[in-house]
């Protein structure tokens, strides 16, 4: 094992040491951000719903855009960088924020930094490693992005409990975020086929392989509302695991609709078992009086 790390090139360590750092200053600051907002700006709730849904939105919406404009640009490198660099500054920024709308500001510059380097990186992991190393160089990059995303509350939590104020908590995200900058320099562009060109963006997914049609359903269905209730959310993923996993296998010998209604009524089974069995609140329960 160890021996397949040390064989992944610069860019996969640079990238994954990167997103460690960059991970950990995120966490480190995301899980103040209630608190800020309500002990210090005095704002509800509701406001931090408003601030997350918009702050995500724009971030879902720019991954596709940036890796539009990254094919057709050639050159990933620099949004990376420009991701990176953008939400490093705007997370620090947090502690000037004098409303709620000024964490609004910060907290959309945050992920429009995400939204723009996400689907480059990827590309730029793809770019950097033989077809044979893609899996271990993909899952040493969340590796990494994991561990800092444990590093990054442990690190707050230790600032708050050395009695440093919340403000300057916030502000030492500066640190890491220079850290991440740098390194995000130091990657070099990988070199693209001379023979390939970029694919003009078009909403037909006729010429995308089947096994990626399938996988952008399992994500749609894994991320919908639909299967967020905690019944309904393991069932789901284990529709979807079993349409990936035997659909390809079964489907030529009995055929694709009879494979398909075969999961959907175990599923719907396995649904009404979890419904059914799901413990109910007592009717009279006492009033506590």
């Known amino acids: 094992?160890?021996?397949?790390?040390?064989?992944l090139p610069r860019t996969v360590w640079l990238l994954g040491v990167i997103s460690l750092v960059n991970d950990a200053a995120s966490d480190m600051i995301y899980p103040l951000v209630p608190l800020y907002l309500t002990s210090v700006l005095m704002a509800g709730p509701k406001a931090l719903g408003l601030i997350e849904g918009i702050a995500e939105a724009v971030s879902s919406l720019l991954k596709l855009v940036a890796g539009v404009l990254a094919d057709r640009s050639r050159k990933v490198k620099y949004w990376v960088v420009?991701?990176?660099?953008?939400?490093?500054?705007?997370?620090?920024?947090?502690?000037?924020?004098?409303?709620?709308?000024?964490?609004?500001?910060?907290?959309?510059?945050?992920?429009?930094?995400?939204?723009?380097?996400?689907?480059?990186?990827?590309?730029?992991?793809?770019?950097?490693?033989n077809h044979d190393q893609r899996g271990l160089a993909f899952g040493f990059h969340r590796a990494m992005d994991n561990f800092g995303a444990v590093v990054g509350p442990l690190l707050a939590a230790g600032l708050l409990a050395l009695g440093m104020p919340l403000k300057q908590v916030l502000l030492c995200a500066f640190v890491p975020a220079a850290i991440v900058l740098w390194l995000a320099l130091a990657v070099p562009e990988p070199q693209h086929a001379a023979e390939s060109k970029p694919i003009p963006f078009s909403w037909n997914l006729r010429e995308f392989p089947p096994a990626f049609k399938r996988y952008l359903v399992v994500i749609g269905l894994v991320h919908s509302p639909i299967v967020a209730e905690p019944v309904v959310r393991p069932v789901a993923i284990l529709a979807c695991v079993t349409v990936v996993l035997l659909l390809p296998l079964a489907a030529p010998r009995f055929g694709v609709a009879v494979v398909v209604t075969g999961i959907a009524v175990g599923c719907a089974l396995l649904t009404a078992f979890a419904v059914t069995s799901k413990p109910k609140r007592a009717r009279n329960a006492p009033s506590g009086r």
């Open 1 to 7: 094992m160890l021996k397949s790390l040390k064989s």
């Open 82 to 129: 420009a991701g990176y660099g953008i939400a490093g500054v705007a997370r620090p920024l947090l502690a000037f924020a004098t409303s709620w709308l000024g964490v609004l500001a910060c907290r959309v510059a945050d992920r429009v930094g995400k939204g723009l380097r996400t689907a480059p990186r990827d590309a730029l992991l793809t770019l950097s490693v």
